[in-house]
């Protein structure tokens, strides 16, 4: 196995490492060691089925095999297929120079108080131009911060708003048992600290995902969208940002509870076809606002 780095704004790459084979004394160890020190972790020219992807998912705490708005895969469970073809490849974009797929820089499951710790994405078409997948470090983010803002944000809290994605995508359907129906009330707002300790190692991390970020608990008003609109423009500069250009093989592992990722869209003339794995959630993070319920996805 070779580790080296994969770029100026952190990561590492890994060679040689098969994830469909049974893993040798103290290699799994290894792997988690990387996963906490680095937090993005690539593993070049792997070869799995769908299957083997998600028993790769054991060695970093297990994979989620049902999720309520995802269809069930019919070759392995847990596997969701992310293509700008569609699930099962039929669907031509009618313009083929109009990026398909994009998505604002995020987390997973931020409306979740226990947000998934993170997910696994193996490339098994790569578009020519475009389809990359940008990473955020939440260690980098708040080392970058001033030390009167870090001192201003200790204590309070981002208002996490499924509601506000919903407005966002003005309208669009969400899939549920095989209907196509809103559900724009499902989810309560969920308070989250802007920053909190990692929940393995302890470190600082700034947590403000913009797709999520509906103003700050503790500061309405306009001082509040002052606030959350520094720390948006703070957390996604470009210095901060790593953007991955995939190669046929690679499989992206990243900590969810330390990385903002932000889907960057595929020209409608090039294919792109990844699959997709999401590792378990630990422990609460967030709460959630009120006397709201929220149910996991």
Not at 33 to 49: I, K, N, P
Not at 99 to 110: L, R, S, Y
Not at 129 to 136: A, H, K
Not at 240 to 253: E, I, T
């Amino acid at each position: 196995m070779e580790v080296g780095k994969l770029a100026d704004r952190g990561g590492v790459e890994v060679r040689g490492l098969d994830l469909a084979a049974p893993p040798t004394p103290g290699e799994n160890e290894a792997l988690n060691a990387l996963f906490e020190e680095h937090g993005l972790v690539v593993f070049r020219d792997q070869q799995l089925t769908k299957q083997q992807l998600v028993d790769a998912g054991i060695r970093f705490g297990g994979s989620v095999l049902r999720k309520p708005l995802v269809a069930d895969d019919p070759e392995a469970l847990g596997i969701s297929v992310l293509s700008n073809r569609g699930y099962d490849g039929t669907v031509i974009p009618n313009d083929p120079n109009e990026k398909v797929g994009e998505a604002p820089w995020h987390t997973d499951q931020g409306y979740l108080p226990n947000p998934n710790r993170g997910k696994i994405l193996y490339c098994v078409q790569a578009p020519e131009e475009g389809g990359m997948t940008g990473f955020v470090d939440g260690y980098a983010a708040y080392d970058a911060l001033s030390e009167e803002m870090k001192s201003r944000i200790e204590g309070l809290h981002v208002v996490q708003s499924w509601g506000k994605l919903q407005r966002r995508t003005d309208g669009q359907d969400f899939r549920l048992d095989g209907k196509r129906e809103m559900e724009k009330a499902r989810f309560a707002d969920v308070l989250f600290p802007i920053v909190y300790p990692h929940p393995v190692s302890g470190r600082k991390v700034l947590n403000f995902p913009p797709m999520w970020a509906a103003g700050i608990a503790e500061m309405a008003g306009p001082e509040g969208e002052a606030l959350t609109q520094a720390l948006i423009e703070h957390i996604t500069r470009p210095k901060l940002q790593y953007w991955h250009r995939y190669a046929l093989g690679d499989a992206v592992l990243w900590d969810n509870w330390r990385f903002l990722h932000k889907a960057g869209g595929t020209p409608g003339r090039y294919a792109r076809t990844i699959w997709s794995i999401t590792l378990n959630s630990g422990p609460q993070i967030g709460r959630v606002a009120g006397n709201g319920q929220s149910e996991a996805i």
